[in-house]
């Protein structure tokens, strides 16, 4: 098949805050997963999205498929950018739609979803304004969030609020840098599981991912805040968090664990790939926190790349799977 790799690029920019570009996908993962695809026999362009003219650029280049990795630049729906142009051009990409991106990147949206289907996600509100009165039904620790980032921009240890003043500071703190509504959840004490689902054909939910931050003890940070997620591995800083894939579950815990995954990549309308975060929470609750349509595919150091590598697969069988379950997709539709 003819591919054209759709990315947005990790750029230094001493100008533009630390995390700026945290989101976007490294010279390494473009590089692996275009020769993934390459060993699979495809051709492959490679799209910087960043371009100028990308709508000119997709009509007049025409491939058979999209894959599609790009986050987007700005905007409430920036994950669903690409897509939109792509779907205005009817030409097929690998992952989710510009509904199930956009929906997704709205956390608390997709929060209402899953309670409307009886998925535990933690308790939560909304503030759009600095100010505003705090639903007296939260429980302290609260957590503090942008409501439309990814890679933990915006989340720090400071984030973990036990009084009011500071959860107001917080809230300011967050709505001025991001510029956007802030998400204020009950804070999860527990384990730290990931979830990754990927279609090819038919479903299948990988092996799920612990991450025990207890050897991380040195650094101060205890869960997965930005700083953990950018330095991951860093000894110096003591940020070495122990993976262990599979989780260690019960039986019964790791098939309730794996069905609200599941039923959270449906709630959402997710395809192709998904990773979804959890808290078990110390009563062996599992609360969704949030479902990533674009998880990171970096073959050495994203998550998703680890569970389907305890499955057995390698990592262009990753990559192959996402762009048959894509293509069987499109094959269907045109029927
Ligand atoms: N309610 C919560 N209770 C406990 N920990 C939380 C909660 N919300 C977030 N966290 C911690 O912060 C991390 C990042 O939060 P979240 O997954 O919502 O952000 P994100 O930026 O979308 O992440 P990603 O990097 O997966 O895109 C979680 O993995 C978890 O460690
Ligand atoms: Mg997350």
């Known amino acids: 098949m003819k591919i054209a790799l759709a990315y947005n690029l990790k750029k230094k920019d001493e100008t533009k805050p630390a995390d700026y570009s945290s989101e976007f996908d490294s010279q390494d ?15 492959v362009d490679l799209v910087d999205v960043e371009q100028p003219n990308l709508f000119s650029y997709f009509r007049k280049n025409r491939v058979d498929m999209v894959f599609n990795i790009a986050e987007g630049k700005c ?11 792509l779907d205005y051009l009817d030409i097929p990409y690998t992952g989710s739609n510009t509904f199930s991106l956009a929906l997704a990147l709205n956390k608390a949206l997709t929060k209402k979803i899953l309670k409307a289907e009886n998925i535990p996600t933690p308790r939560f509100q909304v503030f759009v304004k600095d100010n ?21 921009k915006g989340i720090n240890v400071s984030n973990v609020v036990h009084t009011k003043d500071s959860l107001f500071t917080k809230i300011k703190e967050i709505r001025e840098l991001y510029k956007q509504e802030v998400l204020v959840e009950e804070f999860i004490d527990g384990k730290e599981l990931t979830v990754g689902i990927l279609e090819n054909g038919r479903i299948t939910i990988l092996p799920i991912l612990e991450i025990d931050f207890s050897t991380c003890e040195k650094s101060g940070e205890y869960f997965y805040s930005w700083r953990m997620k950018e330095y991951q591995g860093n000894t110096e800083f003591g940020l070495v968090p122990t993976f262990y894939c599979p989780a260690r579950l019960d039986k019964d815990t790791e098939e309730l664990v794996k069905q609200v995954a599941l039923k959270t990549h449906q709630a959402v309308g997710c395809c192709d790939i998904s990773r979804t975060d959890i808290r078990l929470s110390k009563d062996n609750i599992p609360y969704v926190l949030e479902i990533n349509p674009l998880p990171g595919l970096n073959p050495t150091e994203s998550n998703f790349p680890i569970m389907a590598y305890a499955a057995g697969m390698k990592y262009e069988d990753i990559i192959e799977a996402i762009l048959m379950n894509a293509s069987e997709r499109r094959m269907v539709q045109n029927e």
């Not at 905007?75 to 142009?85: D, V, Y």
């Open 29 to 43: 993962t473009i590089n692996a997963i275009s020769s993934a695809l390459k060993i699979k026999g495809h051709s």
């Open 132 to 152: 505003g009165e705090l639903d007296s039904s939260l429980k302290f620790p609260l957590i503090v969030k942008p409501n439309r980032e990814g890679s933990a």
């Open 75 to 85: 905007g409430k729906f920036r994950e669903s950018e690409i897509p939109a142009i």
